[in-house]
Every structure is written in structure tokens, then in C-alpha cells.
């Protein structure tokens, strides 16, 4: 298990100066409790792998999310993908501006104000969907992720729990600190 506490380098204690006051909240150690921080921690590193393994296929991780929702055959709209990806129906126009011009999506039916416009695969979206499908097979291996494949069912089902709890948006967190006592 890598740990903050792992990732620290020994600084040599020179003796000329005396240790810094701890102001911070968290011990080392408390770091490795803190759920959400280690979450981050964990998707940093896939991430990082999953980036690279996209971008071999000229691809971002949304776009190969808007690839693999279309992929199931459900039809979905524009905005519908944006909140499949988790990204804002705003940022999802670039997503699919880019995609379409690719040729690797297309509109289905005539739209228009008011009416949803669903989109699917091109024949170009899907090869390169089953282009990239062996290496997301391969990155989500359980033995890849350090886990076997009891603790990886497990880790899924966990982070869908995270996934479908009401986490609240950044609209509805108030990240302003309590006053420290004087």
C-alpha cells in the first residue's frame, strides 16, 4: 500500500535550525485515513494511465466515455452524455463539435429548437472503439490495479456507491473555513 507517509523523502537534519511549529490539521499517518483524499490519490494514477493509453488512440478520456455510453446502443442526447462523463452540457459542445468533425459521431433525426437530437457511432466511432476496447480490457485487469479480482468487484461496486451518492456540487459546498480561536 503506498502511504503519504511513502512518498516523503528524509530531508537530513542539518541541527542549525529548530523543527517548524505544526500548524497542519492532519498528522502524516491521518492522511492515509482520509477516504476522499486517498480516492484522489488512487484516480491520479489511473488517470495518468488511462490518458496515455487514450491518446495512443488520438483520444481523451470524455471522448472515450462519449465512445464507450454510445457504444451500448442507448441513445442518448448531448446532454445526456454530459452527465454519463460527469462533465458540464456546456463543455460536452466541444466534445462532440470535435468528435463530429472527426467523423466519429453523428446527429440522428432533424432536431430543432426544443427537440432532442439523440447521437450515435459513426462506422469510424465504432472502429475505433473496438481499436482501443483491448487496452482498456488490458489497464482494467485486476492484477494491473494490484488488486484480484474479489477486491476489484468489490472496488467497483464501492465507487459506484460513491458514484451515485448525493455528493454535492461545487454550487452547493461551502469551502469557507471556521475561524481558528484566538
Known amino acids: 500500500m503506498l502511504k503519504v507517509a511513502d512518498t516523503l523523502k528524509a530531508v537530513p537534519n542539518s541541527g542549525a535550525a529548530s523543527e517548524a511549529p505544526r ?30 493509453l487514450f491518446a495512443a488512440h488520438s483520444l481523451t478520456p470524455v471522448q472515450f466515455g462519449v465512445l464507450a455510453h454510445l457504444s451500448t446502443g ?11 462523463v460527469l462533465i458540464r452540457p456546456q463543455s460536452m459542445n466541444t466534445v462532440v463539435a470535435e468528435m463530429t468533425d472527426r467523423g466519429l459521431l453523428e446527429r440522428v433525426g432533424a432536431g430543432g429548437r426544443g427537440r432532442p437530437t439523440p447521437l450515435r457511432l459513426t462506422r469510424a466511432g465504432s472502429d475505433v472503439f473496438r481499436a482501443i476496447l483491448p487496452s482498456v480490457r488490458w489497464a482494467n485487469e485486476p ?15 464501492l465507487l459506484h456507491g460513491v458514484l451515485e451518492s448525493d455528493l454535492p456540487t461545487e454550487f452547493e ?7 481558528m480561536p484566538h
Open 173 to 179: 459546498v461551502d469551502f469557507r473555513t471556521p475561524r
Open 143 to 157: 492484477a494491473r490495479l494490484g488488486l484480484d479480482a474479489r477486491r476489484a468487484a468489490r472496488l467497483n461496486q
Open 23 to 52: 500548524s497542519e490539521a492532519f498528522s502524516v499517518d491521518e492522511l492515509d485515513h482520509l477516504v476522499t483524499w486517498t480516492l484522489v490519490r488512487a484516480a491520479r494514477r489511473v488517470e495518468r494511465m488511462l490518458v496515455d
Open 74 to 84: 442507448a441513445r442518448f442526447t448531448q446532454s445526456q452524455l454530459a452527465r454519463a
